[in-house]
Structure formats: C-alpha cells, structure tokens
Nanobody, 124 residues
Framework: HVQLVESGGGSVQAGGSLRLSCEGSGYTITPICLGWFRQSPGKGREGVAS????????HYADSVKGRFTISQDTPNNILYLQLTALKPEDTGMYFCAASTRGGCSALTQVYFQHWGQGTQVTVS
C-alpha cells in the first residue's frame, strides 16, 4: 500500500527556515502530482504548494508565494518543501499528499488520494 512519510518539522523563530521531506513508497499507480497541505488548530486543512511529477510545474498558495519552494527527487520518490522567512501564522501540521488524478493546481484536498501523517512546524 502507498506510504508517505514526512520529516523535517520543528520549532523555529520567526524569520527562520526549515526543509520538509516526504518519502513515498508502495505506489501501484504513479502519481501525476504531489502537494503539501497544512492545518492549524481550529482551522481546516489548506493547500500550500503542489508540483506535477512530469515537467515540474508548480503552484503555490498566495500566503506562501516567494517564501516556500516545492521540489522533488523523482527517481527516489521524495518530495520537498523549503520554508523560508517563516511567520507565526505558518505554524501547523504539514502533510504531503499524492494525486493519481491530477487537478493539483487547485490545491484542494479532494484531488489527492494518498496522505502522510504529518510533521509539525511551530514558529514563534
């Protein structure tokens, strides 16, 4: 079965940086695109960034444009999210997700079939 395992979260001060990783395995259908979502206490899960496996087309939420960068190591099925200029409002659990149907540019949960367990990012 598909497994997505995130790592790299932690606690940083405002203005700091982190790099999140997500290792995927067990795919029976190659994902068309991958994404990162986040969820803060009391809020819904919001899309942060996505990337298409072929071609590397990327999409970002307005709140993170210019600060976060999504990238991938396709041969090794690793997804990354570089977080810079972090703000307290970036605090939350960050999840990676994979889509076998596409539609990832919408940064909407419904297009993603596989999810990781999340890694916590805390910015103070």
């Amino acid at each position: 079965h598909v497994q997505l395992v995130e790592s790299g979260g932690g606690s940083v001060q405002a203005g700091g940086s982190l790099r999140l990783s997500c290792e995927g395995s067990g795919y029976t259908i190659t994902p068309i695109c991958l994404g990162w979502f986040r969820q803060s206490p009391g809020k819904g899960r919001e899309g942060v960034a996505s990337i298409y496996r072929d071609g590397g087309d990327t999409h970002y939420a307005d709140s993170v444009k210019g600060r976060f960068t999504i990238s991938q190591d396709t041969p090794n099925n690793i997804l990354y999210l570089q977080l810079t200029a972090l703000k307290p409002e970036d605090t939350g659990m960050y999840f990676c997700a994979a889509s076998t149907r596409g539609g990832c540019s919408a940064l909407t949960q419904v297009y993603f079939q596989h999810w990781g367990q999340g890694t916590q990012v805390t910015v103070s």
